[in-house]
């Protein structure tokens, strides 16, 4: 017999261009004529490309408080969700990239505050999740937090974003091509819940964006809006799922190993595309080769020296990559790859 399972979804997703302009309109339905207390998590450079105009539109609904995060350390997120319950805000909005809006989402989780979802670059997939990746000291921690009330995303904003962080958001797409079929060989050999519709949403966002990835490279509003409308579709599948299952899988592992061993070296969605590439030859899918061609055509890296890290710490990567979540079985299996295996996987791929 099935367990119980809520499905929450975001109750406005706006795309498109001026749809920052929408901002006051969502707080105001919000606020219902009262005042309210409104915390903004954003970075210093998004302050000055998006932030400050959230603030100002944010100050006419009552009072506000402003977090600018340099990281999305477990410590960074405790600290400011602790204020944010403190000062009991209403709303919390992140404003910005990855750190900013998972920030966002677990401070309002914490806090009991309602959540909305700006991103100013389209680098991954979790403005519309319900998840928070967060940095810890040994190993990153990815959590169930609070799906955003709403998600705004202006793409002529986004589009102005720099061309690595929308590249990064391609990879981020298509490391479901892997994440997917982890989940079902988990289902198969462990018995673990496994939702096909999640699983094939999830699967179309890495389609899509495989099939426009021209289109989305050249950064345009028009590509930008195909991208971003993927990442929350990516999005959507792990709020049906009720875990991040459909987009994050072995490929994910090897991003965050890579994160930890060379921290603020890789962007995530560049690791991820890396890890698609590694963990499609290991599950003998001739598909790798396609997405490796890809990738090199629009300019994310598909080699260590692209990289700009030494070949020893992608060995490494692959060899503790099954150690990150230990409770996530995945191509990797329980003991993962010998250092000659990963060896072998990263010369057959030409990584190294």
């Keep these: 017999m099935s367990s119980i399972h809520e499905i929450t979804l975001p109750l406005k997703v706006i795309v498109g261009n001026g749809a920052i302009n929408t901002i006051p309109s969502v707080l105001r339905e919000l ?8 915390g903004i998590v954003t970075g210093e450079s998004t ?12 100050r006419g609904f009552g009072e506000v408080f402003v977090y600018r995060v340099r990281d999305s350390t477990v410590d960074t997120a405790s600290r400011i969700a602790e204020d944010a319950s403190i000062r009991q805000l209403d709303v919390v909005i992140g404003v910005g990239g990855g750190k900013s809006i998972d920030v966002a989402k677990y401070a309002g989780f914490k806090a009991g505050a309602i959540v909305i979802s700006v991103p100013l670059a389209p680098s991954h997939d979790g403005i519309a999740s319900p ?3 967060l940095k810890g000291s040994d190993k990153p921690y990815s959590m169930m937090t609070r799906v955003p009330y ?15 962080l ?4 391609i990879g981020d797409l298509l490391g479901k091509f892997v994440s997917v079929r982890d989940w079902e060989l988990s289902h198969r050999l462990r018995g673990e819940y496994y939702g096909e519709y999640a699983a094939q949403l999830a699967l179309l966002s890495a389609k899509h964006v495989l ?13 930008v809006r195909i991208l971003v409308e993927a990442l929350v579709s990516s999005g959507v599948a792990m709020c049906i799922a009720g875990s991040s299952r459909p987009a994050s899988g072995s490929e994910h592992l090897f991003a965050h190993a890579l994160e930890l061993l060379a921290p603020g070296r890789v962007l995530h969605g560049e690791g991820v595309a890396l890890g698609t ?25 598909t080699t260590s020296v692209e990289l700009g890290l030494p070949g020893e710490v992608l060995v490494k990567a692959l060899t503790i990559a099954h150690t990150i979540r230990p409770e996530r079985y995945t191509i990797l299996g329980e003991k993962g790859l ?3 295996a990963a060896v072998k996987v990263l010369r057959e791929t030409g990584v190294v």
């Design 47 to 58: 302050y000055s490309v998006g932030g400050w105009i959230v603030e100002g539109m944010a």
């Design 166 to 169: 929308i590249l990064s958001g």
């Design 150 to 164: 709403a998600v705004i995303a202006d793409t002529e904003v986004i589009s102005k974003a720099p061309r690595r």
């Design 277 to 301: 590439i590694i963990m499609l030859y290991v599950y003998g899918d001739p598909l790798w080769r396609r997405i490796r061609g890809v990738m090199k055509k629009i300019g994310l890296p």
């Design 211 to 223: 099939k426009y990835h021209d289109v989305i490279a050249r950064g345009s509003p028009e590509g």
């Design 338 to 340: 010998s250092e000659e």
């Design 131 to 133: 998840f928070a990746s």
């Design 31 to 38: 606020s219902e004529g009262k005042s309210m207390r409104i």
